[in-house]
């Protein structure tokens, strides 16, 4: 059921709605409508005759807002030290590659007190929106009127001894580790080589978790898939 579930949402046929551990499916009228619609106008030829009465079925005064209900977006925040460069990577691409699937946000553990210029400029060239990106701490999210992430994920060094804060909660929490482009030393163009390898990184790794089965997988299956896309050794692969 959950496989036939999840080529139905794809399609856009139905609706999902997440409820604790548990998914709510729905069916889309207004894209019911629209199959119909194109069954009965392109698939017949033009001539009702062969299509029965399939064409009124779903008559076109129905209010389709009543009955199609959006489906809510995942609420995704990422975490760092200074929150200056590979959170604010993540959450532009978030952004971008999300649409209106994820809301991205990220925060630091002890923020600086801006993006890194570098970083900015990279964002704009690959054509992100970055008015509304700064550095933030992670307590601006920690009080009731904050959103509701339903994950949370950390892209801090750990093996160069970065600590991320731990935000608790019911959300599903993975770990990313990527070096941090703050601390490198090296020349301009060999920082812009670094930017480039970190936001293709970044990149590959949303791309997979954006096209999860997000439907049709609990709460620890999801959290298994997460920490395979944070695997170091096979994101480099």
């Known amino acids: 059921m959950s496989t036939h579930l999840t080529i139905l949402s794809r399609a856009g046929l139905v609706t999902v709605e997440r409820e604790g551990r548990g998914m709510n499916y729905r069916a889309d009228v207004k894209a019911f409508r629209g199959l119909i619609r194109f069954l009965a106008g392109d698939c017949c030829g033009g001539r009702p005759d062969l299509c029965g009465d399939l064409a009124r079925l ?16 995942f609420n995704v925040l990422f975490l760092c030290t200074q929150n200056s460069a590979r959170s604010i990577i993540a959450e532009a691409l978030l952004q971008k590659i999300g649409k209106d699937r994820f809301n991205a946000y990220s925060a630091g553990s002890d923020p600086a007190a801006r993006p890194m210029p570098e970083v900015i ?16 701490s992670w307590q601006e999210f920690s009080g009731p009127a904050a ?23 019911k959300n ?10 703050a601390k490198f030393k090296g020349s301009a163009t060999e920082q812009a080589t670094l930017l480039n390898e970190l936001y293709a990184m970044i990149r590959r790794r949303l791309e997979i978790f954006t ?6 997988l609990d709460r ?4 298994a898939r997460l ?7 096979k994101a480099l692969t």
């Open 58 to 73: 779903l008559p076109d005064d129905v209010d389709d807002t009543k009955d199609n209900a959006m489906s809510p977006a």
């Open 121 to 136: 400029e990279r964002l704009k060239a690959l054509g992100h929106d970055v008015t509304g990106l700064r550095s933030k």
């Open 147 to 169: 959103p509701k992430f339903d994950f949370v994920i950390a892209l801090c060094d750990t093996l160069d001894g970065q600590v991320c804060p731990d935000f608790g909660g």
């Open 172 to 181: 599903i929490t993975a770990a990313w580790p990527l070096p941090d482009p």
């Open 211 to 216: 096209n999860l089965p997000f439907a049709s």
């Open 220 to 223: 620890i299956a999801l959290k």
């Open 227 to 233: 920490d395979e896309i944070g695997d170091t050794a």
